[in-house]
């Protein structure tokens, strides 16, 4: 089954760029009805979306992070990166890269994340 | 922006109780919008309701979901030592609620 792996830097310093990669194996990141997706959790608080991309590159942001936020697509190779600039102490959190599924069945739309890497920690600090 | 709010904040329940968490949307809302996570710490997420009301692959039926337009509601019959967590609604594969957490009692 599909299998989702976060990579990159698990220290970043303030005012830097954070950079994470996320691969895919056991599938395409091709395949139809699927958008690659960016979730993080800072220590004692909850889930917070990021951002998704689909295999075309076309994306979608948080608007609150959207200033500060890149992803892009690499089919190539099956990965998906995260891009986040001028991070602060804010920023430090656990990130989880994940696949959602978008299909359309009976009269509705349907979107759910339905696989999820373990999650990467990065600190922001100097 | 659609913003989801869940109650109550925390669950304290005993093995075998019954859960009843809600989410609620601050305008209407597709039902096939609509998914639950149960989040362990140390552990990735896990789906486990969407459509508002479909399980995922392997989810016991213990757990199901309700509602529709801006209220939902995820029930655990009879809660399993296992159980113990925080569970997220979200909608449209974006934005989650702030969390339910489920504790012994």
């Known amino acids: 089954q599909v299998q989702l792996q976060e990579s990159g830097p698990g220290l970043v310093q303030p005012s830097q760029t954070l950079s994470l990669t996320c691969t895919v194996s056991?599938?395409?990141?091709?395949?139809?009805?699927?958008?690659w997706t960016w979730i993080r959790q800072p220590a004692g608080k909850g889930l917070e979306w990021i951002g998704r991309?689909?295999?075309?590159?076309?994306?979608n942001y948080n608007p609150s992070l959207e200033t500060r936020v890149t992803l892009s697509v690499d089919t190539s190779r099956d990965l998906f990166s995260l891009r986040m600039t001028s991070v602060t102490a804010a920023d430090t959190a656990v990130y989880y890269c994940?696949?959602?599924?978008?299909?359309?069945?009976?009269?509705?739309?349907?979107?759910?994340?339905?696989?999820w890497g373990k999650g990467t920690t990065v600190t922001v600090s100097s | 922006e659609i913003v989801l709010t869940q109650s109550p904040g925390t669950l304290s329940l005993s093995p075998g109780e019954r859960a009843t968490l809600s989410c609620r949307a601050s305008q209407f809302i597709s039902s096939g919008y609509l998914a639950w996570y149960q989040h362990k710490r140390g552990q990735a997420p896990r789906l486990l309701i969407y459509g508002a009301s479909t399980r995922a692959t392997g989810i016991p039926d213990r757990f199901s979901g309700s509602g529709s337009g801006t209220d939902f509601t995820l029930t655990i019959n009879s809660v399993e030592p296992e159980d113990f967590a925080v569970y997220y609604c979200?909608?449209?594969?974006?934005?989650f609620g702030p969390g339910t957490k489920v504790e012994i009692k």
């Open positions: 994940a696949r959602t599924r978008n299909y359309f069945y009976n009269g509705y739309y349907y979107y759910y994340t339905d696989v």
């Open positions: 991309i689909y295999n075309t590159g076309a994306t």
């Open positions: 979200q909608q449209y594969g974006t934005s």
């Open positions: 056991g599938g395409s990141i091709s395949s139809e009805s699927y958008f």
